[in-house]
């Protein structure tokens, strides 16, 4: 026998490997000037301790390999168990689990609606923004559970029961009956195979049992983290359209009859489970007014967009991240990436976009901390411009991955460098809690029925005293004069980047603020990332967006 075909080969030498990039790792992910100092400025200074050890978790190999399994091992439907018993379980790989403690831990979950510290709804959003950067999918369950909480507040006795588990920093999963568990987590259910977005089209009925409870009976055609412990869901009870609250368990220890049908296979978001679900007589209890589903939800609507903002602006500063570790590292024609101009202005572009989108997240969530505690003016400002700004964030995160992978060149496109799951996820905060054109529609019809959001966003946008803010607000005022439906998104667009120009003049730097006012507002800009202006300090820019 010729045991030299068993015998191990040393690679034969070809090359040496030289120019490959080193990991990006051991570095501060919430060390981002933009998000630090929008921390300090809407009022939660007091938490820049906590974000920055979450932001030295989150740029470690550890918490970055938990992403990666969590997606290349994503969650698998139990209908039934060994013996044929219908069990409707969803596995998940222990690296979400370990996502999810860490999230629920850090209170990202809900520690804003226990404190009633100034600031908590900023501090959540840094720390939503920062961990959402290791892995976007978990981020699902997180923020629905954060967004569960305003509407259960219409029913105090159902806030007495649940907030306390809601609020729980403990992470404990599995289905069993409330009592038995240490934290619970929330899931919302309205759309359906019929409706989409118009919700006053579902068909599920809730029948009232008599005891104060109803029995639900239908489906939902996107239910995400079904996994959750409870879910907020909008039926059809006698009364019209309501917003009920629904358990997977019963406080017996029974399985509520919540049907499984299917998983969704998604573009990305693959660590996160996404069901088709079916109610076959399923117990559940109302929220808020009967007939008022749509008001009493609306709430954990506005939590989820606001979400939805942040998740954009996370993935996009994620996308920079790479793409500058990336230029900065790598040579070609004897230079380093990030040294040549045409690089440079893409880069400093890229950088601009990311500042630009956190700058306003952290506005909103400071409109939310100050809405929440009874700031009206806040609340006008806020219902404006958070429609506005869904509706344009989230349509930049798609090409602003594509960009940023792009940067990478073909490392970029391949799995291991991650910036596929990036791109995959980037079109979904643009679809969730709306489309573009319905968050657009909603703007308009928010200016239309309260035009005094109108003004407060103008008044907002007004403290800039800035001639290129003032000229480009104006513009936009003479658009919405004869704005009609079909102007929704041109709108909207308009809209957020005078807002986010304020932002900048008035928070950034010179050279952020110039460069996005004249690329952004004076029209001095192509198609496409880096076809900046001439003649600005893109050094600066991209000194400023380095990681740290």
Known sequence: MDESRHRPQEDPVTHDVTNQVPPL?????????????GLVREGADWATGELRQLGLLAGSAKAQEWGRLANEHPPVLRTHDRYGNR???VEFHPAWHELMTVAVESGAHAAPWTSARPGAHVARAAKFFTWSQVEAGHGCPISMT????????????LRAEWEPLLASRTYDFGLRPPQDKRGVLAGMAMTEKQGGSDVRANTTRAEPLGDGSFALTGHKWFNSAPMCDVFLVLAQAPGGLSCFLLPRVLPDGTRNAVRLMRLKDKLGNRSNASAEVEYEGAVAYLVGEEGRGVRTIIEMVNMTR???????AAGMRYGLTQALHHARHRRAFGRTLAEQPLMRSVL???ALESEAATTLMMRLAGATDRAVGGDAAEGLFRRAALAAGKYWVCKRAPVHAAEALECLGGNGYVEESQMPRLFRESPLNGIWEGSGNVAALDLMRVMAREPEAVEAFFAEVALAQDTRVADAAERVLKRL???????ARRVAEEMTLVLQASLLVRHAPAAVADAFCA????????RAFGTLPSGLDLEAILDRAAPA
Do not use: F, K, N, Q
Request: hydrophobic residues 40%; negative net charge.
């Open 306 to 312: 606001l979400d939805c903002v942040i998740g954009s």
């Open 519 to 526: 690329s952004r507002l004076s029209g001095d800009w192509g």
């Open 481 to 487: 004069a004869s704005a009609g439906e079909a102007d």
């Open 87 to 89: 069990i409707d379980e």
């Open 146 to 157: 954060y967004a569960a909480v305003a509407a259960l507040r219409h029913s105090p006795s």
């Open 25 to 37: 790792t051991g570095h501060d992910v919430s060390a981002d000037p933009a998000l630090l100092e």
């Open 348 to 350: 400093a572009d890229l």
